[in-house]
């Protein structure tokens, strides 16, 4: 199913995006990620990733918002992006979460090339519970989420008391 907001904004509902789990999890952690791409099958990679996090021991996936299809940002020549928001809970620190979502960007082909390039895959920490970080690998909360609609519109979407 497909909803319109706007010429250049459209959200997509599936199985998988948007879902809720039903089964608490005892992980003390509460990570929310923004996922994007713009290269290849980007809804079939989202779909093998959402199974990746469904089986990963380390990861109990809560919940995930529909996908959003909108216009790139920064480096404009590029195809459209389908972006959405995925929140897990894990034992893991900040930085291990980061490290497992590099591995998992790579495993998805990501390629950096250059700021705002087109990519398979991104991965990005928005929230890690209530933490304010602010060092060299890691800027928590995430420091452009409160002006980019692909994440502001797709986390409308998730449950706030979640968080």
Known sequence: ?????????ELYFSNTF???SSKLSK???????GIG???GDVSKRFKKLFLTFK???????IQ?????TN????YTKQDDFLNGIMVLKTNLSPMECLRAFQRYEHRFQRVRSFQDAPRTLDIDII????IKLNSQKLTLPHHGYKSRDSVLIPLKYIDNNIN
């Open 18 to 20: 948007p879902y809720k």
């Open 27 to 33: 992980k003390s952690n509460t990570v929310t990620v």
């Open 55 to 61: 089986t990963d021991s380390r990861f109990s996936l």
């Open 37 to 39: 791409g713009n290269i």
């Open 127 to 130: 929230f890690f519970n209530k």
């Open 1 to 9: 199913m497909k909803k319109k907001i706007n010429n250049s904004l």
């Open 64 to 68: 995930t918002s529909p996908l959003l």
């Open 71 to 74: 216009p790139p940002f920064g």
